[in-house]
């Protein structure tokens, strides 16, 4: 084994158990993404486990808005939900995280080295260090698995077909990675695009290519195939109707609203000069696009077409997304027209900027390979700057980890203001048990209703039956039942009805009686209500306090127990 090849193993080796070092250290101290994250799936996961893995058509889980059909839930095919029946939470958090991580690193080698870079050339250290550089992008939805971090496999795998490979492993990748992303977010908007490359070929080569075009049906078949149930609740259900029904694009979006070209410049400035959406971060704007953007136009002066044209042809799929992201969000008059079509309100044509991470990282690729070659005599030595400086960036970028980091090392609780909370302190779960075993009764027996700051579904994570939470898929006789109890809140401004009645995923409830209404919490079931802070009663109060449970954590919160009377 050559002395570069062991560096390059060091180099992946030594990366990854940095960034496992605070996972296996602090555990459940840790700081954990919450948005979309840790206050959702991950919740939903463990609460659907605790019922067991497969389960009837019919059932129900209680513990979130007032109890909602399993089918609204990701399928049990999916690795993501599965593992939860296997594995303890944080064990199986950890699981997919870092095993995310690997296959994102793998699929980016293999791509890169069968498909990007030039074979005849020593790209050791281009390989390893672009495909770590892409394995530890800061993946906030790390429940999600392999939707962000799998495509460079999957691409790989229909590229190898495309080329008339037919081995078994890319159909086994074809296969198995429809159960590892979800669909929702990324399987439409990639298929299309690979779609897109089969059309490419038959236009310009005159090549039908019949096995590459079935095994993009193929690959569309099984995805439907993991999600079953949101099918049988979509078009067999008849008794179930969406809370989504109520959206409308144009009302989401009313403080967010450009003009034509303003969209499209927003558009343009998120995806490829800033570092694209939150969700889909593509962490390249400080070192990755200085690099893209001089390789580009040096490249084209030199007229080094092997580098020219794909940075062009990467442009010109950056651009295509970022004025479908700028449009679909900004553009009113697109904003309506989709609200008139429900296939366009279902399909959410924006999620393509989905697909930016690995656009990022081929333009780091083809920029870095055209830098090593046309500056022969100290190219390496910046592509090794380079990567090292964007490895540097990435974990900057990643405030879970940076906050780990410094926990760790300073020994100081990081404060509540300045980053989100550990593991151990959102879902406080020694001190909801304090809170069940006062009540005393089976949980089972009685409803709450949760109020203020407490993190939506951190009780229904707990075990307790919530009227409310965060779903972004329930009954919409829920959603407009927790409007009526929320009718004054609605009332008082703007925001909180596009919050809560048009969008509607997080019933929020606040600590104030004047705007909520007791007897229609009665009416859904509630017992007690839960709090992180005082509730302001009316001078009649249909509520009373029966006890304060102080933080076990020194950053938690405190959690306050009321009564709904009679």
């Not at 690959?219 to 969406?242: H, N």
């Not at 039942?481 to 509607?504: H, S």
Request: hydrophobic letters at 45%; proline letters at 4%; a positive charge.
């Amino acid at each position: 084994m050559e002395k570069k090849q062991v560096y390059s193993i060091f180099l992946v080796v030594a990366v990854f158990f940095i960034y496992m070092l605070p996972y296996l250290i602090l555990k459940q101290d840790c700081i954990i993404s919450v948005w979309d994250n840790l206050d959702s799936y991950f919740v939903w996961y463990k609460t659907i486990a605790k019922y067991g893995w497969f389960l009837p058509l019919n059932f129900e889980i209680p513990e979130i808005m007032n109890g909602v059909p399993r089918n609204v839930f990701h399928s049990e095919l999916i690795f993501q939900v599965a593992i939860f029946n296997f594995l303890t939470p944080l064990k199986a958090y950890f699981t997919i995280d870092i095993l995310s991580r690997i296959i994102g690193f793998t699929g980016t080698y293999l791509l890169l080295k069968d498909f990007v870079l030039k074979k005849e050339k020593d790209n050791t250290l281009l390989l390893s260090g672009i495909s770590l550089c892409f394995a530890f992008i800061p993946n906030y939805l790390t429940v999600n698995f392999l939707t962000i971090l799998g495509q460079p496999l999957w691409l790989w795998a229909f590229l190898n077909i495309r080329k008339e490979n037919y081995k078994y492993y890319n159909w086994l990748v074809l296969t198995f990675m429809p159960f590892c992303v979800n669909f929702e977010l990324v399987t439409p908007f990639f298929l299309t695009i690979v779609g897109g490359i089969w059309l490419y070929d038959l236009i310009s080569k005159k090549k039908s290519n019949p096995i590459f075009l079935l095994s993009i049906f193929y690959c569309a078949f099984v995805s439907l195939i993991t999600i079953y149930r949101f099918i049988y609740i979509s078009f067999f259900d008849k008794d179930f109707v969406s809370h989504r029904k109520d959206w409308l694009y144009a009302q989401l979006q009313i403080f967010l609203q450009y003009p034509f070209f303003e969209s499209i410049k927003k558009g343009i400035f998120t995806q490829i000069f800033d570092n694209g959406e939150y969700c889909a971060f593509t962490a390249t704007k400080l070192v990755i696009l200085p690099i893209y953007l001089f390789s580009l136009i040096y490249s084209g002066y030199k007229r080094q077409k092997q580098y020219f044209l794909p940075l062009i042809w990467l442009l010109i799929f950056s651009i295509f997304v970022s004025v479908i992201y700028g449009l679909g969000f900004y553009y009113q008059p697109l904003l309506k027209f989709i609200d008139s079509h429900e296939v366009l309100k279902q399909f959410q044509i924006t999620r393509y900027y989905f697909l930016m991470p690995t656009v990022g990282m081929l333009t780091f690729a083809v920029s870095l390979e055209f830098l090593k070659e046309v500056f022969p005599k100290y190219g390496k030595y910046l592509v090794a700057i380079f990567i090292f400086l964007q490895i540097i960036y990435l974990f900057a970028q990643n405030p879970f980890f940076s906050n780990n980091v410094k926990r760790y090392i300073t020994h100081q609780t990081i404060t509540r203001e300045t980053c989100k909370l550990t593991y151990k302190e959102y879902l406080s779960e020694e001190n909801f048990k304090l809170v069940k075993n006062f009540i005393g009764q089976p949980q089972n027996t009685y409803k709450v209703a949760v109020v203020g700051g407490i993190p939506l579904n951190v009780p229904a994570y707990n075990g307790f039956q919530q009227i409310n939470g965060y779903l972004n898929l329930y009954p919409l006789q829920t959603k407009r039942k927790l409007n009526q109890l929320n009718a004054n809140l609605i009332k008082d401004k703007l925001k909180n009805q596009i919050f809560l009645a048009v969008w509607g995923h997080q019933q929020v409830i606040v600590e104030n009686e004047y705007s909520f209404d007791t007897k229609i919490m009665k009416e859904m079931g509630a017992k007690y209500l839960i709090s992180d802070k005082p509730i302001q009663q009316k001078e009649n109060s249909k509520i009373k306090l029966l006890k304060e449970f102080p933080p076990l954590q020194e950053q938690a919160y405190p959690i306050y127990l009321y009564l709904l009377l009679e």
